[in-house]
C-alpha cells in the first residue's frame, strides 16, 4: 500500500502555520513516518521560512487578502486569484494528493476550492469563535470541518462538524522540570515574578507601544519581562533593549525557545488570537488578554470572552490598554490567589490531543474514499 499523499495549506501568521505543522507531526506520528506531506503558503509571508524549518516542503501561491480600505493594492487581487487557482490546479495534478487540508490563511481558499471541485477528500481547521469568510465559502464543499469552539453550527453545516480544539506546538506540552534551564536561558532570576508579553508572531503595536512606556514601571515592581516585538517593532527599538542589556528584561522579535517562556511566565499578556488562547488554555497560565481590534468581525474578543465570562482570563480593551494595562499586570503579578484562580479555570478549556484528533479525521477521509 502507498503511503498517504497529503497537502496541508494555510499560514500568513502563527496562528495559521503552528497548527498545520502539528497536524503535519501528528500525521507522521499516525503513520509511522510512511507519508508524503506537503505545504501550500503564501509566497513572501512568514510561512515560507517557518515551514522549511520544520522539516517540510513548501510551495507559494502569489495570493494576498483584499484589503478593507480603498487602496491601489486590491487591482490585483482578481489577478492573484486566477493565478492561484492555475498553480493550485498545477500542484495537484503534479503531486496527486489524497487529501487536502486547509488551517486558513489566504493560500488556502484556492488550494481547498481546486481540490474540493476534483472530489478529493478535504478538511478545515478554524480556529476562532468566529471563522473567516474564507473557511465560511469553503464549509460548503469540504468533507470536514474541525472547529475549537461549541456552537459553530451557526456558521457551518452541522453535520461536518468535529470539536477537536485547536493545535499548538508540541514543544509547550510538556514543562514540567524546565525551570532552571529556561532561567539559564533568558539569563533571568527563576525566583523573580516574570511577565511575558506576546503579540502573536507578527507582533501587536498597542501591546509593544504600552510596554516600552512601561517598561520602567514594572522594573520598579522588581518584575522581570520576556517580551515578543515581532520584527517591524524590534528594528525600531534602541540596541540596549535589543541587545539585552537592561537587567531583568528580554526583548526578542520572535520567541522560539516559547515552551521555555512559558515556563517562565507567571503572568501572560497577550492578543488573544485563537492559537494563542489554545497556547494559555494548555500551560494554564494567569492572563490578561488585550483582543486586537483590527480584525474581521472583532473575533478576537469573541475568543476572549469565552475565557473572561468563565473567570478564566482578564479581559483589557485595546483603547484601554495605554491607561491600564500596566497597572492590571502588577497587580496580578503581585496577587497569588487571583493568579491560581485563573490558572485552574483557563486548564478547564484546554484541549490536549487536537492535532492527534485531526490526523485521525484525515486518514479516515481517506480510507473511507477507498473503500467506496
Known amino acids: 500500500m502507498q503511503p498517504p499523499r497529503i497537502i496541508i495549506s494555510g499560514g500568513g501568521t502563527g496562528g495559521h502555520i503552528f497548527p498545520a505543522i502539528a497536524i503535519a507531526n501528528a500525521l507522521r506520528e499516525k503513520c509511522n513516518g510512511q507519508v508524503e506531506i506537503l505545504f501550500v503558503g503564501a509566497e513572501g509571508r512568514m510561512e515560507m521560512e517557518k515551514v522549511p524549518a520544520a522539516g517540510y516542503k513548501i510551495e507559494g501561491l502569489w495570493i494576498s487578502g483584499l484589503q478593507r480600505k480603498i487602496t491601489w493594492k486590491n487591482l490585483s487581487f482578481p489577478f492573484k486569484v486566477i493565478s492561484s487557482l492555475i498553480k493550485a490546479r498545477k500542484i495537484m495534478k503534479q503531486f496527486k494528493p489524497d487529501a487536502v487540508v486547509g488551517t486558513g490563511g489566504y493560500a488556502s481558499g484556492p488550494m481547498l476550492r481546486v481540490a474540493a471541485n476534483a472530489g478529493i477528500p478535504t478538511l478545515i481547521q478554524e480556529q476562532n469563535s468566529y471563522p473567516g469568510i474564507t473557511n465560511k465559502i469553503l464549509s460548503k464543499k469540504v468533507d470536514r470541518i474541525c472547529v475549537a469552539y461549541d456552537e459553530m453550527e451557526r456558521f457551518f453545516p452541522k453535520g461536518k462538524i468535529i470539536l477537536t480544539g485547536n493545535p499548538v506546538r508540541q514543544d509547550i506540552l510538556k514543562l514540567d522540570g524546565k525551570k532552571a534551564r529556561a532561567a539559564e536561558f533568558f539569563g533571568l532570576d527563576p525566583e523573580k515574578k516574570t511577565i511575558l508579553v506576546i503579540g502573536g508572531s507578527l507582533g501587536a503595536r498597542t501591546l509593544n507601544e504600552t510596554l516600552n512606556a512601561g517598561v520602567t514601571e514594572l522594573m520598579k ?152
Open 221 to 372: 515592581n522588581e518584575l522581570q519581562v520576556i517580551w515578543q516585538t515581532g520584527k517591524t517593532f524590534y528594528a525600531g527599538l534602541g540596541d540596549e533593549l535589543k541587545q539585552n542589556k537592561t537587567k531583568g528584561v528580554r526583548v526578542y522579535d520572535f520567541i522560539s525557545k516559547m515552551d521555555y517562556a512559558y515556563v517562565m511566565a507567571d503572568v501572560v499578556i497577550s492578543r488573544a488570537g485563537a492559537s494563542s488562547v489554545s497556547e494559555l488554555c494548555l500551560v494554564k497560565k494567569a492572563c490578561i488578554l488585550v483582543p486586537s481590534p483590527n480584525v474581521a468581525e472583532d473575533h478576537q474578543t469573541k475568543n476572549a470572552m469565552a475565557l473572561v465570562n468563565h473567570q478564566a482570563a482578564i479581559l483589557v480593551k485595546d483603547l484601554d490598554a495605554a491607561n491600564t494595562l500596566m497597572e492590571h499586570a502588577i497587580e496580578l503579578a503581585n496577587n497569588e490567589v487571583q493568579r491560581k484562580k485563573l490558572e485552574t479555570n483557563i486548564s478547564r478549556f484546554a484541549y490536549t490531543d487536537s492535532a492527534l484528533v485531526i490526523a485521525n479525521e484525515i486518514l479516515n477521509l481517506i480510507h473511507n474514499r477507498n473503500k467506496k
